[in-house]
Structures are given as structure tokens and as C-alpha cells.
């Protein structure tokens, strides 16, 4: 004997379904501004020379790579100390973070951008990668990577 669905049981499980979809894209797009917040908040320490708020949001295992290190940094404490030789001197006058991705996955989140510096009369640009996870304490960085962009094209 065959069973028939009413309808109504159709329609609550579509709604159902999409109310989930639309609620995940709701998380996805504030943990994105979240991400992108504390990416601005950090630049704009670098642009005052201050290291502190790039700091607040390291985690105790960061691994860091940059064009100025010969090798990864492992560690808060390390990155922390090749971070605070710049304290006291802001890096560039304006910046901008060009073409910025967030991808989500789960409690893990990569943001790529081009920082795109100003300093006097000279502008810099420089790729990032930022892995952030979501932890008890809020996003923080897991791992950051930085290189020398090519100039842009004009």
C-alpha cells in the first residue's frame, strides 16, 4: 500500500529548509564582517605604528611567513617579537584592502586581499593571506602569509 505525503508536509519541509539556508548565509555574512573588521582594526594599528591590535588577535600557535623573515615564525612570542621593532612607526600613511575574499569553512576562515599601502608619495602592495578560526575567545589568526604584489597594471 502505497503512503501519500499531504502536501502541508511538502511545503514545512521547504520552508524548513530554506529558513536553514538563509540563517547559515546570515552567520556566514557576519562572521565575514567580523573577519574583515578585525583585518581593518589591524591596519589601521600598523598605520599609527601600533602593533597591539594585530597582536590581540594572534593565536598562541601562529605560523607566519614574510617577505622580511628568511623562514616561518612559529609562535605568538616570536611573532611578537619581529612585530615590535615597528612599534612607534606607522608603516604607511593610507592603505586600502583591495579585492578581499572570505571562505568559510566551518570554524575556519581564509581572507585573501592586496594591501595596497601609501606612504608620502610612494605606494607599496603587498598579497596577504590570513587563516583565521573561530575559537572560545572569537576569530583568531592561525596562520599569516605575506609577499611583494606586482605593480599594478595601468
Known amino acids: ?12 519541509a521547504i520552508i524548513c529548509a530554506m529558513c536553514g539556508a538563509l ?5 556566514s555574512d557576519t562572521s565575514t564582517r567580523e ?29 607566519y611567513f614574510h617577505a622580511i623573515t628568511d623562514k616561518r615564525v612559529d609562535g ?3 611573532v611578537a617579537a619581529l612585530v615590535e621593532s615597528y612599534r612607534g612607526r606607522a608603516l604607511f600613511d593610507s592603505y586600502e584592502m583591495a579585492d578581499p575574499k572570505v571562505q568559510l569553512s566551518g570554524d575556519t576562515a581564509v581572507l585573501t586581499y592586496i ?6 608619495t610612494t605606494t607599496g602592495r603587498w598579497n596577504g593571506t ?3 578560526q573561530r575559537k572560545r575567545e572569537g576569530w583568531r589568526v ?13
Open 1 to 12: 500500500m502505497k503512503m501519500a505525503i499531504p502536501g502541508c508536509a511538502i511545503v514545512c
Open 23 to 27: 540563517a547559515a548565509g546570515d552567520s
Open 35 to 63: 573577519i574583515l573588521a578585525l583585518e581593518r582594526k589591524a591596519m589601521d594599528g600598523w598605520r599609527t605604528g601600533n602593533p597591539d591590535p594585530f597582536l590581540s588577535t594572534v593565536d598562541p600557535d601562529i605560523t
Open 76 to 78: 605568538r612570542e616570536a
Open 115 to 120: 594591501l595596497v599601502w601609501r606612504a608620502g
Open 130 to 132: 590570513i587563516v583565521y
Open 142 to 154: 592561525i596562520h599569516s602569509h605575506w609577499s611583494l604584489a606586482k605593480a599594478a597594471e595601468r
